[in-house]
């Protein structure tokens, strides 16, 4: 597995700008672009990552297709992050996963194949990416006498077969002195949620002490899809968490994922 980290948003505005010349015009030439041509020679899985408030994840899988050809799956996710004030002594933060989509609606993913004797991208099939088939996002990290008080989800995926539509979520409940570096290791037990799901907690830090005890408060939230899958524009896993703002903290968010692709 390969990642590539260049400037985010010039290598963003690229990807977007490949893939919605390829869903235009059903061919690109892929020297035109500043992506990195090597995810397109058939060496399997590849991901580029950009972060910051608008970050991304240009997810592709590649693999031969006879002499000097290879078959390319892509899809484009954005992540976008937001804060701000909210109601009297609250901040509110969120964060979005979502399958890009165009201007006109249309799904940031296709299968092309690359013909390298011409260095053509050429269109196999229109809205035909890789899935996204789990989801997962992370909201952590305030400090001092700051606690997340609410939390939401929403989601709109593909439904995965037996699973109904139902996602998961969680708190990260921790002693109210520990800094929280690996969110992943602290999420405490998972709740399975319908589709839109609203929670609060204790409005403030000492209710929290005096309801958890062991000095344990809610300094983060968590979402998930629980496998169902974002496959096509307008499909997006979204989390909202509100706290209660005492002093000055400082606040993360993350996100991982597991992806499927349809070639092999």
């Not at 892929?30 to 990552?49: A, I, K, P, T």
């Not at 109601?87 to 509110?92: A, S, V």
Request: proline letters at 3%; charged letters at 15%; hydrophobic letters at 40%.
């Amino acid at each position: 597995m390969n990642e590539a980290n260049f400037e985010p948003m010039r290598t963003l505005a690229s990807w977007r700008s490949l893939i919605d010349t390829l869903n235009r015009d059903g061919r690109a030439r892929l020297s035109n672009f500043n992506v990195d041509s090597s995810f397109f020679h058939g060496n399997g899985w590849n991901f580029d990552h950009g972060n910051g408030t608008t970050a991304y994840t240009a997810a592709v899988f590649s693999t031969p297709n006879g002499p000097r050809r290879f078959l390319t799956q892509l899809s484009l996710f954005d992540a976008i992050f937001q804060h701000g004030q909210g109601r009297p002594n609250h901040w509110f933060t969120s964060a979005e996963l979502r399958f890009s989509q165009d201007a006109r609606g249309g799904s940031r993913g296709v299968l092309v194949e690359l013909n390298t004797d011409t260095g053509m991208l050429e269109v196999l099939f229109f809205n035909a990416g890789v899935w996204m088939t789990n989801a997962e996002l992370a909201i952590f990290g305030v400090t001092g006498r700051n606690v997340f008080v609410e939390r939401s989800v929403t989601s709109a995926t593909s439904v995965r077969p037996n699973a109904g539509n139902v996602f998961r979520a969680a708190s990260v409940l921790v002693p109210h002195a520990s800094t929280i570096v690996d969110v992943w290791g602290h999420l405490s037990r998972t709740e399975h949620i319908p589709t839109t799901f609203f929670r609060t907690f204790d409005p403030n830090f000492d209710a929290q002490t005096r309801r958890y005890g062991d000095g344990l408060v809610h300094r983060g939230i968590y979402a998930s899809t629980n496998g169902n899958h974002l496959e096509r524009a307008g499909h997006f896993l979204g989390l909202r968490g509100e706290f209660h703002w005492v002093s000055q903290t400082s606040f993360s968010w993350n996100y991982r994922f597991t992806v499927r692709a349809n070639i092999w």
